[in-house]
């Protein structure tokens, strides 16, 4: 037997005669470079998984008898989205969705609303969900839909989604301003984290009180059953969606929940499914350090105007740590929180450029330009609440994971020695959880065997989901075909011209590409 640190693939998924594998040009078959699966004890494992079931690729019906009441809703949408590039002959229509909060103590009680918003006239419904710490799935696919190749809408409508909590299906705001400063604001030389800690106790206290029984409701297993009310209400038989990052967990844990009514599934991004969150975060640092990397490449290439970037970085965040700059509106900048917003900007390919002239001008004193990556978490307005809140609490209420203040310390020492920029600011969520009410519900089963083939696209340099925990994903799912953006950023879609043509070929023509397929950077 090979050892359980030995690389394994998951045996070939056998597809039926009519699903021809996609001949994408610029794409090639590599070789799989994933550790062992992970189990749910987190103990790795050589055991061949069982065989993949010979489901076939759902086709294409459109809907019957939808009861959405679509609204007219372009205008509001286009000022919410503040980005004019949007064409014109792109419309947006708004609908809502009656689902239970389903919480443990709400059994069958506590009715929600969630808030969709439909992009394009594309006769079949294409479901977006996003990362939950990311823009509401409303706008996000919005972006997508405007950014995609016009294929795509011809075929179908995307329906994002803005998850329970977040957005404007209900958002959780609990957490008080001055403590969401304080919860991001893990200095990167930081010895221990007792000053977020102490925040995230007093954010679960308010947020307890705030959010009463439906506190421990907000997590991604219910919000897959949220996406089962939105599946019998757009009238489809099955559920064709997209998911992106945290996003694509919800797609995941609907597959285990309701793998008949799986249809055509695309998730970019898949959060490493391992229950040793410490591990995670320490992926997600080393990612976040890489990706700074890929971008100083990238700023060079391109007449970087900040030179070094790890030393760019290091530069703004003495500075404030000397002297911490003030915002127009009031907000203390820290080299905690102007380290979370490089971090937001590298998740964020398309703002590159924007994010090197926002390191130059704080290196100069101006702070203004790089705290703006940080205003969707620290601002909170009943049009675009912070983002800071629903995360905390689906976060925490999806991990089983508290850590004592002494296990904590020696993380944050730990990742602090060996990723100087980014390793405190990935502990410091570690953190945020301690205070909140410990999972009392098992966490669900990975897997979803019974599903059909189900698209897991990963980048290889990405901040957010690491491309190694994707693989480890991919490898719990029987019927995952996977590809892989030789690139850098939060996301393969659609920065990957590779990338989003398969996805195209998958979802409209039914083609599914070969396991393992690499795109170039």
Not at 32 to 41: E, G, K, L, Q, Y
Request: aromatic letters at 4%; charged letters at 20%; a negative charge.
């Amino acid at each position: 037997m090979r050892p359980a640190s030995t690389v394994r693939r998951r045996p070939r998924l056998i597809l039926m005669t009519t699903l021809v594998a996609a001949a994408v040009a610029g794409c090639t078959a590599g070789p799989s470079a994933r550790p062992a699966v992970i189990d749910n004890d987190g103990k790795p494992t050589s055991a061949t998984p069982p065989a993949a079931q010979q489901v076939p690729l759902p086709p294409l019906n459109e809907p019957r008898s939808p009861s959405i009441k679509w609204e007219d809703c372009d205008e509001a949408t286009r000022q919410r989205l503040g980005q004019p590039s949007v064409p014109d002959t792109l419309k947006f229509s708004c609908g809502k969705v009656p689902t239970t909060l389903d919480a443990p103590d709400l059994p069958g009680r506590g009715i929600s609303r969630l808030s969709v918003v439909k992009a394009g006239d594309g006769p079949i419904p294409l479901v977006v969900v996003n990362d939950v710490d990311g823009e509401p799935g409303s706008l996000y696919a919005a972006r997508l839909a405007a950014a995609l190749p016009p294929e795509y809408l011809r075929k179908f409508s995307l329906v994002g989604v803005d998850r329970r909590g977040t957005g404007t299906s209900g958002a959780v705001q609990c957490v008080p301003a001055e403590i969401r400063t304080d919860l991001l604001g893990g200095d990167p030389s930081a010895a221990d984290l007792e000053a977020v800690v102490d925040a995230a106790r007093k954010a679960g206290q308010q947020c307890a009180i705030e959010l009463d029984d439906s506190q421990v409701a907000m997590d991604s297993w219910r919000t897959a059953g949220d996406l089962e009310a939105l599946r019998e209400q757009l009238g489809l038989d099955r559920l064709h969606a997209l998911g992106r990052g945290d996003g694509s967990k919800v797609l995941a844990e609907y597959a285990v929940r309701y793998p008949a009514q799986v249809g055509r599934v695309m998730l970019d991004g898949l959060p490493d499914p391992a229950p040793d969150a410490a591990a995670i975060q320490e992926s997600v640092a080393a990612s976040a350090q890489a990706t700074l990397d890929a971008f100083g490449a990238d700023c060079i290439a391109k007449g970087c105007p900040i030179g070094d970037a790890r030393a760019a970085v290091t530069a703004v965040a003495d500075r404030l740590r000397n002297a911490p700059a003030t915002t127009a509106d009031g907000v203390e900048i820290t080299p905690g929180i102007a380290l979370y917003a490089v971090y937001s900007g590298l998740a964020q390919r398309s703002r590159w450029v924007e994010l090197a002239e926002a390191l130059k001008t704080a290196q100069t004193g101006d702070i203004t330009p790089l705290a703006a990556f940080a205003d969707p978490v620290l601002k909170d307005t009943r049009a675009h609440p912070s983002r800071l809140d629903g995360t905390l609490a689906t976060k925490c209420n999806d991990s089983a994971t508290r850590l004592s203040a002494e296990e904590l310390t020696r993380v944050t020492t730990t990742l602090r020695d060996k990723y100087p920029q980014f390793g405190v600011l990935a502990a410091q969520q570690l953190a945020w959880c301690s205070p909140w009410p410990v999972r009392r519900e098992p966490l669900p089963p990975a897997g979803a065997p019974g599903a059909p083939p189900i698209l897991v696209a990963g980048t290889a340099t990405d901040p957010v989901t690491p491309e190694q925990g994707t693989g480890r994903a991919a490898d719990q799912m029987p019927s995952a075909v996977t590809i892989t953006w030789q690139g850098a950023g939060h996301g393969a879609l659609p920065l990957s011209p590779c990338v989003t043509d398969a996805t195209r070929a998958f979802l409209i023509d039914g083609k599914i590409p070969v396991d393992g397929t690499l795109c170039p950077a």
